[in-house]
């Protein structure tokens, strides 16, 4: 492996109002190293690949590019360079082809030969053993395929820096076998890549070096296949924080929810319908469902919150049906839900914890003959950030300005305070910090030792391990069985992910129950 | 070099700061033109500003153009909480000039109190009928309510024009379009006699008063302005998006209407093609600059009132076209504009980053 | 009907949809880019006056018509300076400039009002004109109108073909991307916007140079929220434009066709028809929203700024 430094980073600093993003940073970069750069949510690893990528500028420090010092003017000199970016949320235009989506990146010289160019972009996709048809629609594709069309474009540019963001966490484990193969023969191919990511397992599988940074600044720097993953994590969240462990399941009780044959055609020409789904919930239990993004997890959400209505019988709580009942109803009925967007439907951006609170809590004695009782809103307000730590300036706050994980503690805390009987959680600690996702862990397990029955949708398949007695995954719209926590195998798992499961016959369903 | 960076937190002060500063830019502005056409400023400023309101008359008048600003701007206020973009005051306005003009003429010479209240109710039920027209056709068939408010206030005014160049005609008005003169029981009662201004008025501000107890203490209030700010948390809170929004369009129609009713029933008594200068545009221009509050719709109805008499002041004194008036009203609302963007954001010089080095 | 009227009511109908077809086309570009701007109206009725006021004083056409594109340009970098730089709400903005359009116009143009000029007039192309009706209706035209084909057709290349309408329809789609793929979002936004401004301008002086050559308060008549209508209907593609021009056209001479068969019905009531008639055309495509979807741009409406 070569030696030279291709990419160097010294006292990068970049402020926001009201935060430090990056303090100080150091990086280096050698020519063929996957370089892996570690930290949870908000440590400021986007700031500094968007400042690597020319998107933002550092308001102090330097950049050297194979040992020229330079200030990089966008991210058209950045791909000048030879620096190529794949983005966690991507930057393709969906209604665009592949083809287009490439050559919009290119010099207008290069694109002008659109056959010239389709002709390359299936030659490089097959030698990194990446088929790619550049002339299907780009909203026709996968994602792992979308993600593909991100690398082949850096590819075509001839990147000697890869930078890829998060790639893995919209991957079934299979589809992430596949990329790692082709990063490492980049890398053979001398191609640095800097490999950002919260997964030490991951890092430690694939990448020769590591830099962790926290709340801005570097914490160490180590070669991930010699240190323990509990060091790595240390560096990461620092000493005070708790690690969160397994837990334990439970012996469950009765039947709470049961879905049978739940069917949805969604209006969304984007999204996914949900075919013949079946699985029924106990009270005091946690089921895990895994998946990637997109393949009806929104839609089973949606079904059983009331936001969308199926066919009353299809889904049943305590034995009665509800799958016609409006969302109100629901929530009188004890059904919780938590969306997967914290901001612009858990919670109004611009409204205060304590309007906030009112949103989804106005059956708890708030609102009388249509008059609301601001007292009792702004109690129940207080109530939520003590329970549960929500770091906020006062209860009057705008949802806006608390972290991820503050804001995701108080609509967690929001809707666990109504006693629901059934809370449906997705993505819970999403772009969270490890702190607050310990905090939310325990209060799903809390819940569960109440009595209740939670069900736990996550793309984050190691908490789905750690917290679920059972789960199963769901893949364009079917759900696969679920099974015991204990008798899954990640492989298996991931085959679920990957729609590789016998349509769910009831009966499977009630086999896996018993 | 100069750059826009967003505020952390949205600024209060300049909440209320933009409607002054954007006055304050209107005026200079006005004296620039003023120049330009060889008026003198200070003259002209004050004929626009002060003059109209020098007596008993001017304040008279001045709370007869309000009433009917306050009304449409209180349901405008309702709808643009909710946002829901309905530009059909002017619409909702004419249907209920309209039809309270004809239960008015139908009723004819009957005496008695129930006479006015009925004459309001029509104007009101039909300025709500019209702009349910335009909730309907968003609820139920997604129709952008820009656009069919304003086609439903292009088709208000053919109506009405239709009314009284034909059905409505009084025979005996020598040719002109408009309608008989109303009885006496279908009058507005003077708020202060010897002057043209009736208890419309009071409907205004108590439209403005109930709008303001709406969003501060209601339920329904706070739906509304729930489905508004974030459509996806009021269907996640399970709150009914298309009642909630029929209600809102009902409301700014009832009220509007309740405002043509009001200005036919008033100062003019009869149906006439110009019973509007344009008050359900003008009102949009109110509740922007009102910031959506009871006492700010007060104030900015005030103002714009005045810039309608300003006009009219104008166009005596010193031979300036009327269309002044229009003039300011569009400069306020783009110095407004442009003030507000000051809310969000903050002006920042913007140095070149340091201790970068050399080429590039 | 004999083929007499029916030529005639055709070409009546090309003339009517012409300033519909302009400012629609300006609109579906700058929609394109990802910017709504409502302020069509107004940018016309600045076209409008200063057209007629160009052309009146210094006795040139086409002087006129210049003047008119600057001025609906000018307009529309004052919404662009509000709705892109300042990033405020595209609805307040445009309507905003409407307001503001109407007064000003209003303004500028009262001591014109009653005056008139000698507009365009039809030029027939030699041959073309010559085939039966069609050479009438499409060949028999006045300069603008067959200016208004031509830029329907560069709209429809540029869109289709080009490099440039790539990097529009990305920038439409996604800002965001955009911005990340190195393309310039503001930019290319203001261009849209621009472009807008000047085929408002356009279609502006054509109702005061050729439609009707003379200047009256608010003689655009809700025409641009027409144009607005016009391009939801065309699910932003040109060649509908086009057609939905003419066919709005159509409905605004409607009452004149009836007129000429011997109907007797209200001006008034027959004045309404184009508004009526275009509520219909929104509820007949609006009413399945998932279509709607996939053909409106994504970030329409979307103020954008880049982090920096």
Avoid at chain 1, 147 to 175: A, G, H
Wanted: hydrophobic share 50%.
């Amino acid at each position: 492996m070569a030696t030279a430094e291709r990419l160097k980073l010294e006292h990068i600093v970049k402020e926001y109002p009201g935060c430090r993003a990056n303090d100080g940073v150091q990086l280096t970069v050698n020519a063929g190293e996957i370089h892996a750069l570690l930290g949870e949510n908000g440590a400021g690893k986007s700031t500094l690949m968007k400042i690597i990528y020319g998107v933002i500028q550092p308001d102090a420090g330097s950049i050297t590019w194979n040992g020229h010092p330079l200030t990089l003017q966008g991210p058209a000199h950045a791909r000048e360079l030879g620096i190529g970016m794949v983005f966690q949320h991507f930057s393709l235009f969906e209604t665009l082809t592949v083809a287009e989506n490439i050559a919009l990146s290119l010099p207008a010289d290069q694109a002008r030969d659109r056959r010239k160019l389709e002709a390359r972009i299936s030659e490089v996709s097959e030698h990194y053993g990446m088929a790619l048809d550049p002339r299907r629609y780009v909203n026709t594709l996968s994602i792992g395929e979308r993600q593909r069309v991100e690398i082949v474009r850096c590819l075509i540019q001839e990147s000697s820096l890869l930078i890829l963001d998060e790639p893995t966490s919209v991957l079934t484990p299979q589809e992430v076998e596949t990329l790692f193969r082709t990063l490492r023969q980049l890398s053979h191919e001398g191609c640095s890549i800097l490999f950002i990511s919260h997964k030490l397992q991951e890092v430690r599988d694939l990448c020769h070096r590591a830099t962790v940074l926290r709340q801005g600044r570097v914490t160490g720097e180590c070669n991930p296949a010699e240190v323990s993953t509990d060091d790595i994590a240390r560096m990461m969240v620092g000493n005070e924080t708790p690690l969160s462990t397994r837990v334990e399941p439970r012996a469950p009780g009765e039947v709470l929810l049961d879905v049978s044959h739940l069917n949805y055609r969604t209006s969304d020409p984007f999204g996914t319908s949900l075919q013949d789904l079946c699985m029924s919930l106990r009270s005091g239990e946690i089921v895990g469902i895994a998946g990637v993004a997109g393949n009806g997890q929104d839609e089973l959400l949606r079904a059983l919150s009331g936001e969308a209505l199926v066919s009353n019988d299809s889904i049943a709580l305590s034995g009665v049906a509800i799958g016609q009942a409006k969302p109100s109803l629901r929530r009188r009925l004890g059904v919780a839900v938590v969306p997967e967007e914290r901001l612009g439907r858990g919670a109004v951006p611009s409204m205060s914890l304590v309007d906030n609170s009112l949103l989804t809590a106005y059956g708890e004695g708030m609102v009388s003959k249509g008059w609301v009782a601001l007292n009792k809103v702004r109690d129940y307000a207080s109530r939520i950030v003590d329970a549960f730590g929500v770091r906020t300036a006062s209860i009057d706050s705008h949802a806006t300005s608390l972290s991820g994980g503050n804001l995701q503690k108080f609509i967690i805390g929001r809707e666990a305070m109504q006693q629901p009987k059934l809370l449906v959680a997705s993505h819970p600690t999403w772009g969270v910090d490890v702190g607050s996702a310990v905090a939310i862990h325990e209060a799903l397990v809390r819940l569960r030792d109440e009595g209740a029955a939670v069900l736990l949708i996550s793309e984050d398949l190691d908490e789905l391990f750690q917290l679920c007695g059972r789960m199963g995954a769901i893949c364009a719209g079917r759900l696969s069985p679920l099974v015991n926590t204990s008798d899954l195998t990640i492989e298996q798992l991931g085959q679920w992910m990957a729609g590789d499961f016998p349509s769910a016959a009831p009966s499977e369903v009630s086999h896996a129950v018993a | 070099m100069l750059s826009l960076e967003r505020r952390a937190v949205d600024s209060r002060a300049m909440q209320w700061a933009s409607p002054l500063l954007a006055l304050v830019l209107t005026i200079i502005t006005g004296m620039g033109i003023f120049m330009a056409l060889g008026k003198d400023p200070v003259e002209g400023l004050t004929f626009f500003f002060l003059t109209p309101l020098s007596d008993k008359h001017g304040w008279a008048e001045l709370g007869l153009k309000m009433a009917p600003l306050l009304l449409c701007a209180a349901g405008l206020t309702i709808c643009y909480r909710a946002k829901l973009w309905n530009i059909g005051a002017e619409g909702h306005f004419l249907m209920g000039a309209l039809w309270a003009s004809v239960v008015a003429l139908q009723l004819g010479g009957q005496s008695g109190p129930w006479v006015l209240p009925l004459v309001l109710i029509a104007g009101m039920v039909a300025g709500a009928v019209w702009a349910l027209l335009a909730g309907l056709l968003k609820t139920q068939f997604h129709c952008n309510e820009i656009l069919t408010t304003i086609m439903l206030n292009y088709i208000a005014l053919n109506l009405l024009l239709y009314a009284v160049h034909g059905p409505l005609k009084d025979p005996y008005g020598f040719g002109f379009p408009q309608s008989e003169m109303f009885a006496a029981s279908a009058l507005l009662p003077k708020l202060i006699p010897e002057t043209r201004l009736h208890i419309g008025l009071l409907f205004g501000l108590l439209a403005a008063v109930a709008v303001g107890v709406l969003f501060a203490r209601t339920f329904i209030g706070f739906q509304l302005k729930v489905l508004g700010q974030d459509e996806r948390a009021a269907a996640f809170a399970g709150f009914p998006a298309k009642r909630l929004t029929l209600l809102a369009f009902i409301l700014a129609g009832g009220l509007a209407g309740l405002a043509g009713a009001s200005e036919v029933t008033g100062p003019l008594g009869q149906l006439v093609p110009q019973v509007s200068p344009g008050y359900g545009y003008t009102a949009i221009i109110v509740v922007f600059l009102g910031r959506m509050q009871a006492v700010g719709i007060v104030l900015a109805a005030a103002l714009l009132a005045l810039t309608f008499m300003g006009g009219e002041m104008l166009q005596i004194a010193m031979a300036l076209p009327k269309a002044i008036t229009g003039l300011f009203q569009g400069l306020l609302l783009f110095y407004l504009l442009t003030c507000d963007a000051f809310i969000h954001y903050r002006i920042r010089i913007r140095r070149a980053p340091k201790a970068v080095a050399g080429e590039a | 009907m004999d083929s007499v009227l029916i030529t005639n009511v055709l070409a009546a109908t090309v003339v009517a949809g012409t300033p519909l077809l302009l400012v629609a086309l300006g609109e579906l570009v700058c929609e394109r880019s990802g910017v709504l701007n409502l302020g069509q109206e107004g940018m016309m009725l600045m076209g409008a006056v200063i057209g007629f006021i160009a052309a009146t004083s210094t006795g040139s056409l086409s002087m006129g018509v210049l003047a008119a594109m600057l001025g609906g340009v000018l307009m529309a970098m004052l919404f662009a300076l509000m709705a892109i730089t300042l990033a405020a709400n595209q609805y307040a903005a445009g309507l905003a400039l409407t307001i503001f359009g109407i007064g000003l116009s209003s303004f500028v143009g009262a001591g014109f009002v009653g005056q008139s000029i000698d507009g365009f007039d039809k030029i027939a192309i030699p041959l073309l004109s010559d085939i039966p009706v069609i050479g009438q209706v499409l060949f028999n035209q006045d300069l603008l109108v067959y200016g208004s084909l031509l830029i329907f057709a560069l709209v429809f290349c540029f869109l289709k073909y080009s490099r440039g309408g790539l990097i529009l329809r990305a920038v439409g789609e996604s800002p965001e991307a955009a911005n990340a793929n190195g393309l310039k979002v503001l930019p290319v936004r203001y261009m849209a916007v621009a472009f807008g401004g000047a085929m408002a301008g356009l279609a502006g002086a054509y109702l005061s140079l050729a439609y009707t050559p003379m200047w009256t308060e608010n003689m655009t008549a809700g025409r641009g929220w027409i144009a607005l209508a016009l391009v939801v209907f065309a699910t932003w593609k040109p060649e509908r434009v086009l057609l939905g021009a003419y066919l709005f056209g159509a409905a605004s001479i409607l009452h004149l066709v009836l007129q000429g068969l011997g109907w007797n019905s209200s001006t008034e009531l027959l004045a309404m028809l184009p508004y009526v008639v275009t509520i219909i055309v929104l509820v007949l495509l609006s009413w399945n929203p998932a279509r709607t979807r996939l053909n409106t741009p994504l970030s329409i409406g979307q103020p954008y700024r880049p982090s920096k």
